[in-house]
């Protein structure tokens, strides 16, 4: 062996402790941060999820598992159950019918279906595992697409209001010739009509109440109540 030879052995040999700590450092960053990129989809596309993935369902219809074609068929068998129906505006034990068909509801089930496609896909995988653990995943109880003539609801509630409006009764006193009878408050309330057309809205989309709605109140407290009777 020339004696150049040997002294280069000797060196790296000299080098083997620095390259020891240099990997002990590199690897774990390397593999962190290979995992960040497989994590975020880097290294390719996400796949299109052939199926939907568990727990997904459009307006309480659980789609997991089924093609889109399925899903579709599935969603338009449920809607079939409710056509020509009427969804049902509820107060005080009393219920109002709404026909469907009168406000015009119509439901894009291909359009709610794409939007349980992404949420699918987003809850899938490497990638969906991980967006669940942090809490950002999409929910997987999506609702359905749908569009009414509010215009036309809106004139609807308006007249049932106008049936079931109460205005508020102030207490009064009664005076006899012996004694005073002081007769209690009656609360009233009166329709919000926004607000109950946004809850019917909602329910369209949901379907969690089998089409039955409250109508949306605001109390009308009475100024005069018995308290303020017995001050007098």
């Known amino acids: 062996m020339r004696e150049e030879d040997g002294a280069e052995m000797l ?3 000299h080098n083997l402790p620095f390259l020891f700590a240099f990997l002990l450092i590199a690897t774990p960053a390397l593999l962190f ?14 796949p299109k999820a052939e199926t939907f993935s568990p727990g ?51 439901y894009d089930v291909p359009g709610s279906l794409l939007e349980a496609r992404k949420a699918s896909e987003e809850r899938s995988g490497i990638w969906g595992m991980w967006k669940r653990w942090r809490g950002t995943a999409p929910s997987p109880e999506l609702p359905l697409r749908v569009t009414f003539n ?14 079931v409006d109460r205005p508020a009764v102030p207490a009064t006193a009664k005076v006899s010739e012996t004694k005073i009878t002081i007769v209690p408050e009656v609360e ?11 809850a019917i809205d909602d329910e369209l989309q949901r379907q969690s109440r089998h089409l039955r709605v409250p109508l949306v109140v605001e109390k009308d407290i009475p100024k005069i109540t018995k308290e303020t009777v017995k001050d007098i």
């Open 188 to 198: 009233g309330y009166k329709v919000d009509v926004p607000q109950t057309v946004s």
């Open 11 to 13: 060196q790296r040999i």
């Open 33 to 46: 941060s290979g995992g960040a990129f497989y994590l975020s989809g880097g290294w390719k596309s996400k």
């Open 150 to 163: 509010r215009e036309k609801l809106t004139d609807m509630i308006t007249e049932i209001a106008k049936n």
């Open 56 to 106: 997904i369902t459009i307006a309480g219809v659980d789609i997991s598992g089924l093609t889109f074609t399925e899903a579709e068929a599935k969603l338009n068998s449920f809607l079939q159950t409710r056509a020509g129906g009427s969804l049902q505006v509820t107060i005080d034990g009393k219920s109002f019918p709404v026909l469907l068909k009168d406000i015009n509801v119509k």
